[in-house]
Nanobody, 121 residues
């Protein structure tokens, strides 16, 4: 089992920045690719960003490219999502998740409980 706890969400004005953190415990963190997904009421959960176990490979949904950056610190068992130039449409509950393998950040095995990001327009 991997336990994931997100933090860093909150209320920010459009154009502002937030950094989300996700602390992992349990199994060896570096065995997993990691991802951030988000969900708004009435919509399906959406992939936002993913990172391989070493940080060597990353991926983003088109709507956040150039604004969001995913990174990880395996020594601290933590993955981050730096969000800049936030838009109202980024408002969502953001979930941290651990992928099924070191490179697969699309099929998630473990999930955090989420942290709410609200961007005021």
């Amino acid at each position: 089992q991997v336990q994931l706890v997100e933090s860093g969400g909150g209320l920010v004005q459009a154009g502002g920045s937030l950094r989300l953190s996700c602390a992992a415990s349990g199994r060896t963190f570096s065995n997993y690719a990691m991802g951030w997904l988000r969900q708004t009421p009435g919509k399906e959960r959406e992939f936002v960003a993913g990172i391989s176990w070493s940080g060597g490979t990353t991926a983003y949904v088109d709507s956040v490219k150039g604004r969001f950056t995913i990174s990880r610190d395996n020594a601290k068992n933590t993955v981050y999502l730096q969000m800049n130039s936030l838009k109202h449409e980024d408002t969502a509950v953001y979930y941290c998740a651990a992928g099924s393998t070191r490179y697969n950040y699309r099929d998630m095995d473990y999930w955090g409980k989420g942290t709410l990001v609200t961007v005021s327009s």
